[in-house]
């Protein structure tokens, strides 16, 4: 047989296979309730799947499989044995709100079952798409590798928040990167937010992540990203009481039932950078409520002893980790509407959480905060928790407690994935709220269990203490990103405020980049249903105007609209909470001239409660000027940020004379 028959003869076996193939693929279509997102399906030798908003690809076709120990490759060769596609109109009225009190859940979806006990279900919004394997395997299994691949049809800016380990805070700058400049050897922690030229912003995350390892995208130095996922432990070591380092890993990512749902991949899409800050998708793929009574949990701002390193003065006793200072911020919070106070490190001798410090009688400082309707928060490693876990909880409900800081998780392996909510079941149980710090970014945890309100998992003013990276830049990037997964506790307040060629690192008094109104301001743009006040009551005390306002602002909202916003440029949003509304604007360090549109306002005569920029906070950071205005919704104002700046507004209805 010659050369040239032969490759007739491979060139025909080829168009065989090809035809073979093309015969057995199925392409199934699913749209978003507003007909603008198309999601579709193929079924041939893998299961592909893209995106398309408006007629515009935005996901080219992407693999999706799962590998699973002598199960095989799901969706490798899938055998399809039935379709069926349902749409959903729902709302959801959250135990703690965040953005509005009513979330609209409102998807199309399409379940697919194949051949060898698995299914992956389809959802499409308005503003994303999400899927998600589920398989009835009887007994254990043991999960291989999980194929998370998103193909872009072109080399798009990411804002990739870069980590160097599986070891992390998860507390990350954002690079802004092509998707060819990411290699299989950089890596990020989700949400990273791909910037289509020409087309929207496609944020890329998880949901409903339990009893699996967390995701992390990486690169291929091609235009597509891919998920990654730190395996299971089986050799750690402990170095202190808070840092356990896995040093071995299993073959596997994931040992779970063989019976269950796992995390959702997600898909949030942006049509314009505003649509980021009142995106919800994460928490409407969460798993529902877990927990029947919960009228015990409450929101609240916290005055924090930590960040200030307790640098109170003009009293007559010795500052510190002592229970004359905790009182004291107690009479502070007290006198000013604000629901908790923090006991941070220093309460307990580290490695033995009833090994407490002999300067604080810590039973009689919960019962002095009770008197005056106080809450206390105890700071704890989580490592310690964990080796003292039920006694300690015990102890924590029979003192009187009302919630735990857990910090330097520092993983979201399987096992520290189930840690979290462990955590959360055995505070509930105890009527705990459970701040996470040093911790993994939100998959919708406080869903399930709303006594969860707030984790860090953001590079935040603490790092004010140490470092140069909290620029107001980074501060207008965050909402448009990690605020995407839920609440941030980055805590704000800082009451020096300097301009980034007068800013100074300092550890024992530290102080914030950008203006006093760019503080003010986080208290309307960022979310936390635990919000801190991370500076000195000695310093609030100082600035009276401030600390009124502080003491009024809520840390939870009825509704949410965002007026104008530029990813890592500014932003300008109005949230509402009662009969109030408030209104904060924040931008990097440019200075900008924004117009505010009162269109939001309802019918009525109102007074805002004006804090502006002053004339020379492009040079003094803390120069800040207050007004008092009457306003209506007919009324546009012109506003002026300094470089770094702020402007923060409180409206109410105008009091009758």
Not at 522 to 541: K, T
Request: glycine share 6%; proline share 4%.
């Amino acid at each position: 047989m010659n050369r040239r028959i032969i490759f007739i003869f491979i060139g025909i076996f080829v168009f065989a296979i090809l035809i073979r193939a093309d015969l057995l693929a199925n392409t199934y279509e699913v749209f978003s309730p507003d007909k603008k997102i198309q999601l579709k399906v193929e079924i041939g030798q893998q299961v592909l799947y893209s995106v398309f908003l408006e007629s515009q690809e935005i996901l080219a076709p992407s693999p999706i499989s799962m590998t699973i120990k002598d199960k095989g490759k799901l969706g490798f060769e899938p055998v399809l044995e039935s379709a069926s596609q349902r749409s959903i109109d729902r709302e959801i009225r959250p135990v703690i709100r965040a953005k509005s009190a009513v979330i609209k859940d409102i998807f199309n979806e399409i379940s697919l079952k194949f051949e060898n006990s698995f299914d992956l279900i389809f959802r499409v919004y308005d503003d994303g798409v999400a899927y998600r394997f589920q398989t009835s395997f009887d007994g254990n299994i043991d999960v291989l590798d999980e194929e998370v691949i998103f193909n872009f049809g072109a080399d798009h800016q990411v804002y990739f928040p870069t980590e160097e380990s599986f070891f992390t805070h998860q507390e990350r700058l954002y690079e802004y990167l092509s998707l060819t400049q990411i290699t299989r050897y950089k890596m990020c922690s989700p949400p990273a937010l791909v910037d289509i030229k020409d087309g929207p912003k496609i944020a890329i995350t998880e949901a409903d992540l339990e009893d699996y390892a967390g995701l992390y995208l990486t690169g291929r130095g091609r235009t597509s990203l891919r998920g990654i996922f730190p395996a299971v432990a089986l050799e750690e070591r402990q170095t202190r009481d808070r840092d356990v380092r896995i040093v071995k890993r299993d073959d596997h990512i994931a040992r779970t039932g063989g019976r269950r749902s796992f995390p959702w991949r997600v898909l949030i899409i942006a049509k314009k950078d505003a649509d980021l800050l009142e995106n919800l998708l994460v928490y409407k793929l969460a798993k529902p409520l877990q927990l029947q009574d919960t009228n015990w949990i409450k929101s609240g701002k916290v005055a924090w002893d930590w960040w200030n390193a307790n640098n109170i003065h003009g009293v007559d006793f010795e500052a510190g980790i002592n229970s004359e200072t905790y009182k004291y911020y107690i009479d502070f919070a007290s006198a000013h509407d604000i629901e908790y106070i923090i006991l941070d490190e220093g309460w307990y001798r580290l490695g033995n959480l009833f090994d407490i410090n002999p300067e604080i009688d810590i039973e009689e400082i919960i019962r002095y905060a009770q008197e005056k309707n106080v809450g206390i928060i105890l700071w704890v490693v989580w490592k310690t928790l964990d080796n003292q876990l039920h006694d300690a909880l015990n102890q924590f409900e029979k003192w009187g407690v009302k919630g735990i800081k857990v910090d330097f998780m520092q993983r979201d392996d399987q096992w520290m994935v189930n840690y979290y909510h462990k955590i959360a079941k055995e505070a509930a149980k105890r009527h705990l709220l459970v701040d996470f710090h040093g911790a993994y970014k939100p998959t919708g945890l406080r869903r399930a269990y709303p006594n969860v309100l707030t984790r860090e998992g953001v590079l935040g003013l603490e790092h004010n203490k140490w470092s140069k990276n909290v620029t107001p830049e980074h501060n207008v990037i965050l909402p448009f990103i990690r605020m995407l997964a839920g609440p941030m506790d980055y805590t704000p307040g800082a009451m020096i405020n300097a301009q980034e060629k007068n800013f100074q690192v300092n550890f024992t008094r530290p102080m914030s980049m950008g203006t006093r109104c760019h503080q003010l301001a986080m208290y309307v743009v960022y979310e936390s249903p635990l919000q801190m006040l991370a500076d000195s009551p000695s310093h609030y005390l100082k600035e009276k105007e401030c600390l009124e306002f502080l003491s009024k602002v809520p840390c939870v909202w009825d509704e949410t609209h965002v007026l104008n916003a530029r990813v890592a440029d500014f932003i300008l949003m109005a949230r509402k909470s009662g009969e109030e509304w408030y209104l904060g604007a924040m931008t990097d360090g440019t200075a900008r001239e924004l117009l505010v549109d009162m269109s939001f306002l309802p019918e009525g005569e109102f007074d805002a409660e004006i804090f502006e920029d002053g004339m020379n906070a492009q040079r003094y950071g803390n120069d800040y000027k207050k007004n008092v205005i009457s306003i209506s919704n007919k009324k546009k104002l012109n506003i002026k940020l300094a470089p770094g700046g702020g402007w923060v507004a409180r409206i109410y209805l105008k009091k009758k004379e």
